[in-house]
């Protein structure tokens, strides 16, 4: 079993739609929780962190936590095509270091 | 742009070879990190360095190895490649290796491999 599993996708919506992005988690100890955003041939970028349980909002991005349930999720409002990316999930453990383990990430595709 | 660079962008290269990436991390980023990405095993840790010393081990192979430079550059070296090396290798810098909310990595664009 994987320690951040992710649903793959891919997802198409249309341009306006709210977006549910999902990972969970098997290791408890983990304490930060990230999104990331990938577009094609280039490098993930930071969106969003979290290490509470609960919602953090930025704009249209709202990550949401629930330790309890080892479940995280990104919601995207009002979804432009430019969205259009791979979002990753990520954790880390803290600690010494602050290597990061990746989902697999779940490929969006908005549609105008 | 993430203020992280790696070269080269693309390198292409045969089974049986050595190749070597170069990251430098953004200005002031003590914490380098190196990530492999492929379509089957995803985006993965390989290893981190802190300010020239190695802080971490992933999932890096023997054949791989790093370094990080007095100047905070680190290379990655890629030895006896394999069909299966080719993949997207990642550089991330962060500000520093210890907890500090948040220690955000940055990743430049990659450096895409590909093994014939």
């Known amino acids: 079993q994987k320690e951040v599993e992710q649903d793959p996708g891919p997802l198409s919506v249309p341009e306006g739609a709210i977006v549910s992005l999902n990972c969970t988690y098997s290791?408890?100890?983990?304490?930060?929780f990230m999104w990331y955003r990938q577009y094609s041939r280039k490098g993930p970028e930071l969106l969003m962190y979290t290490y509470s349980s609960g919602n953090k909002e930025d704009g249209r991005f709202t990550a949401q936590v629930d330790k309890s349930s080892k479940y995280i999720s990104l919601f995207i409002r009002d979804s432009q095509p430019s969205d259009s990316a791979t979002y990753l999930c990520?954790?880390?453990?803290?600690?010494?270091?602050?290597?990061?383990?990746f989902g697999t990430g779940t490929l969006l595709a908005v549609q105008p | 742009d993430s203020g992280v660079t790696q070269t080269p962008k693309h390198l292409i290269t045969a089974t049986g070879q050595r190749v070597t990436l170069r990251c430098s991390p953004r200005s002031g980023d003590l914490s380098v990190y190196w990530y492999q990405q492929s379509l089957d095993q995803g985006l993965q840790f390989l290893i981190q360095y802190y300010n020239g010393e190695e802080r971490a081990k992933g999932n890096i192979l023997e054949r791989f190895s790093a370094q990080q430079f007095p100047d905070l550059h680190s290379e990655l070296n890629l030895s006896s490649l394999e069909l299966g090396d080719s993949a997207l290798y990642l550089c991330?810098?962060?500000?520093?290796?210890?907890?500090?909310?948040?220690?955000?990595?940055?990743f430049g664009p990659g450096t895409r491999l590909t093994v014939l």
């Open positions: 290791n408890s100890a983990f304490q930060y």
């Open positions: 991330a810098s962060s500000v520093s290796g210890r907890t500090q909310l948040p220690d955000t990595q940055y």
């Open positions: 990520a954790m880390s453990y803290g600690g010494a270091t602050n290597k990061l383990i």
